[in-house]
Structure formats: C-alpha cells, structure tokens
C-alpha cells in the first residue's frame, strides 16, 4: 500500500473514475496463493528469502513448459508455499516504467508475529527500506537481492476500519489530505512492547506462519487495470483514486487483496513473458464451480485452461493463475475467521 515520495505532474491527464455494474463477483471464499518470481541468480535468491527472510525450501522441480528450475519456498508440511521462484539466469531486464510487480505482501496474524519477524529479519543485518502504519495494518517495507518489493504486515481489527474504509469509498471526492492522515510512520517502540525480554532476545521469523496476503502491482492505465479486476474478475472496487495514481479492490470487505498504481509506470511497458521479476500470481477460489462459473464469464478472456486452473492475462499481461485453494494452513487453528472476514 505505501505510496513513495514522488509527485503527479500531468494531473490534467487524469481520467475519471466510470462505475459500470457487476455481471460477475468473485467468491467470497477467494484467497491468494504464492507468486511466482523469475530470478536471475538462483543462489543469491535462496540466501536471501533462507537466511534473511526465514523461510524454508520444501519443493523444488522443472517446470515442465521450460524446464527451467523452480523452488518452493514456505513452512513445513504446507500444502503450498508461500513463494516460488524460477530460475532464468538469461531473464530480460526490465526498464524504470514497467508493468509488473510493485510489491507482494506477507501478512502475519498478528502485532506479535509481525514484532518477532521485524526483529529476526533485522537482526541478520538487512536494512529495512520503510515503515508504515496504514490504519487497517502496520507493516514493513524491503526489497529481495534483485529488487522484487516485499511488504511484511499485521492486520488490525476488523473493527477499526471504518474510517479508513470510509474515506476510500469517497475516493476523489475526499481531500487528499486526509489519506495522508491515515497514513503514519509504524510506531516501532509500541510494536516491541508485544514481546517479552525473552522474546525480544530470541526472535523467530513467521513464528506462526504467514500467508500472502495482499499484491500490488504497477500498471500502465490505471482506469483500464481498475474495468479489468472489477468487471471481469469480480473483486470490488474499495477505492479508486486516480488523483495519487492508485486503487485498491478485494473480496469479502477486505482493505485489498489487489493494489495498483501507476507512480512510475503510467503508459509505460507492458508485462512480457521471459521479463526478471513476477512471472504470475494465484488465486485460489473454493471449488471446481467457482472456477467453471469464472471461465464462462470471462470467456475470451482465458488464454489456457486445464483441468484444475485457468490462465488469465490482465490488461498488461500479468499472468494470473486461478484454481482451486488447497487448504494448506494449520494456522488456521490459531485463527479462524467469521464470515466475510480475511483471516488466516
């Protein structure tokens, strides 16, 4: 969700929000799965996300398209990981305005976990890029070896939304002012306080798992990225902002599930395949029926369909898999979430 220091100078090319009523909503069971990144130093990435960030190798293959390497990155005995890599030394550069990945983000059950990951992570040495609290969550910011942005987060409760919910509904109608008040520097000190000196001394990274909680991508006509994963994928617009160039779309009441932004990429490059940096992102529905209801309404949408999953390119060619979820958290014994709520 953080937005960095840069300023709008074409906002008179601002286009203006069009509401076009839904034929289709994504089920409310929705939940994203792992991205997948396209590496060029294999060996690099896996000290980073091993030693670094904490997690661990629990599946490697070929993919059998391109037989490229792939590693699977997350927690014991998962059913999915929480990240997978592919290895591509020969991957294309991407330039300063493309459309791909502007960050993927961990979310953490809670101020406890996030304060035990803060501190592992830190304590190997890494440098955090950035500290937010964004009202709905607190998070940390930091980028991989080879510049893939990472968001790390903690939700708050549900119950302490409103406010914010509220002001993105009204989107540009509201004083951009009032964003930025709801946009605050992380409270670093009050967030060591959920640990005890014990804990603080013996910090443990995802000490309770994590998940992927949230993508956020770069896009190159926000407007046009807005029509595609409101219309045609069925997540609901929480707020579209083309004044500070960003939107935010989830399920189920959700702060987000997808952000977008067009900081530095407004009619810049599309996504092509082979690029270093996203090669796709899941999403997992319920059942078989949520994917056959999605594949009839998309349509010509779908470039590939198997059995199991459908490929879907958005408007800059992000490559989206859809497919059934695997039930893969035991966490889900530490938290299980009401109806309508996003929990892990």
Not at 279 to 305: C, G, K, M, Y
Request: hydrophobic fraction near 35%; avoid cysteine.
């Amino acid at each position: 969700m953080k937005k960095p220091d840069v300023k709008r100078t074409r906002m008179e090319t601002i286009s203006r929000p069009v509401v076009v009523p839904q034929t289709y909503k994504m089920p409310v069971g929705m939940r994203l799965g792992p991205p997948t990144l396209r590496i060029r130093n294999l060996q690099q990435a896996l000290s980073f996300y091993q030693n670094d960030i904490g997690l661990g190798a629990i599946g490697n293959h070929s993919d059998p398209q391109d037989g490229l390497d792939i590693v699977e990155l997350g927690f014991p005995d998962s059913k999915e990981p929480l990240l997978v890599l592919k290895h591509n030394p020969d991957s294309k550069p991407t330039g300063h305005d493309f459309a791909g990945l502007y960050h993927y983000a961990i979310l953490v059950p809670d101020r406890k976990s996030l304060s035990s990951t803060y501190l592992a992570i830190g304590n190997t040495g890494l440098v955090y890029e950035g500290f937010a609290d964004h009202t709905v969550s607190e998070s940390l910011y930091l980028h991989d070896n080879e510049q893939n942005g990472i968001e790390i987060y903690a939700d708050r409760p549900r119950n302490t939304w409103a406010p914010f919910m509220e002001l993105m509904k009204k989107g540009g109608s509201s004083d951009m002012r009032n964003f930025v008040s709801l946009n605050k520097p992380l409270d670093l000190d009050s967030l060591l306080r959920e640990l005890s000196w014990d804990e603080r001394n013996n910090p443990t990274a995802f000490p309770t798992r994590a998940r992927i909680g949230h993508i956020h991508l770069r896009v190159t006509n926000l407007q046009r990225s807005v029509r595609f994963y409101h219309e045609k994928l069925g997540l609901d617009i929480i707020g579209n902002l083309p004044e500070v160039g960003a939107a935010f779309l989830s399920v189920g009441g959700y702060h987000h599930h997808i952000g977008m932004n067009t900081w530095h990429s407004e009619d810049g490059k599309p996504h092509e395949r082979g690029e270093a940096g996203l090669e796709n992102f899941v999403i997992n529905l319920p059942d078989q029926a949520s994917i056959d209801a999605l594949a009839q309404h998309l349509r010509s949408s779908v470039t590939a369909r198997d059995d199991d999953h459908l490929t879907i390119l958005d408007p800059d060619g992000i490559e989206i898999i859809v497919r059934v979820g695997r039930d893969n958290f035991a966490i889900r014994k530490i938290y299980t979430p009401r109806v309508g709520e996003d929990g892990l």
